[in-house]
């Protein structure tokens, strides 16, 4: 279902009640967003005379000529009243980000917004691995953009986790291939919701696990670990090594993952 964005204008009386009482009065603009977030603007530069971010509540009331907006957040009180409307619309609104490619269920446009890839027009969400990048190519079997992902060497991937795993990549690749430095196992390759981490395979009487950067292996470090270089720098799996002096940028712990 469609976000819906209301505005409403007219000449307003505008009260704002917090810390100490602001009225104002003008011929103002009313938004209310999706979120609740209610912001009045007059004509002058692009600061609100009065806002009210996330309310617990709003309450939009007219009786044909006019309305009153009262949005509350615990102790404050932001409240529009206007004799006389001049406006009262609820218009459809989508988040804004940088296009990426086109819907192949709608042909909608997708675009990429806080770490996610949505369809304008269907509004359907893919999330994105950490450090991931869409690229221009598309998915032979699905037609959605092809992401590329770093998890010790870069992969290319459908953005749809349903068409082309993450995990099955990663696993496919490096399971088994690392010994664990606490005993004579194997690190395989284990998945949580949005993660990949790598884990002894005598869990649980070895609990020697470690995050699995966003990064590509380039080396091997003394302890017999994978170096990655990772957009923090170069580092080994095992975060309490030190490679060139410095402590390595990977991540261990016992017996919980890490966010891969």
Request: glycine share 12%; charged share 30%; hydrophobic share 30%.
């Amino acid at each position: 279902m469609p976000q819906r964005l209301r505005v409403l204008a007219g000449d307003c009386e505008v009260t704002d009640r917090g810390d100490r009482t602001r009225t104002h009065r003008g011929r103002v603009v009313v938004l209310i967003k999706p979120d609740d977030t209610t912001l009045v603007h007059d004509a002058d530069g692009y600061q609100p005379v009065a806002w009210l971010t996330r309310p617990e509540s709003v309450v939009v009331e007219g009786d044909g000529d006019g309305f009153t907006v009262t949005a509350r957040d615990g102790s404050r009180r932001l409240r529009i009243v206007a004799e006389e409307a001049t406006a009262s619309r609820a218009l459809p609104v989508t988040e804004a980000g940088v296009p990426v490619g086109t819907c192949p269920e709608d042909g909608g446009p997708l675009v990429r917004s806080r770490g996610d890839v949505v369809c304008l027009d269907c509004e359907e969400r893919w999330g994105l691995p950490a450090g991931a990048s869409v690229t221009d190519a598309t998915c032979d079997d699905c037609g959605h953009p092809k992401i590329r992902v770093e998890r010790g060497e870069p992969f290319h991937l459908c953005l749809d986790p349903a068409c082309d795993p993450m995990e099955d990549a990663v696993s496919d690749r490096f399971d088994g291939v690392w010994d664990c430095p606490d005993c004579d196992g194997d690190l395989r390759v284990r998945f949580a919701p949005g993660r990949v981490y790598l884990a002894c395979e005598n869990d649980p009487d070895c609990e020697t696990t470690f995050s699995f950067p966003a990064g590509v292996v380039v080396d091997e470090c003394d302890c017999g670990l994978p170096v990655f270089e990772t957009a923090a720098g170069l580092g080994c799996l095992d975060g309490s090594c030190e490679i060139g002096g410095h402590t390595a940028s990977g991540g261990k712990a016992a017996g919980s993952p890490n966010d891969g």
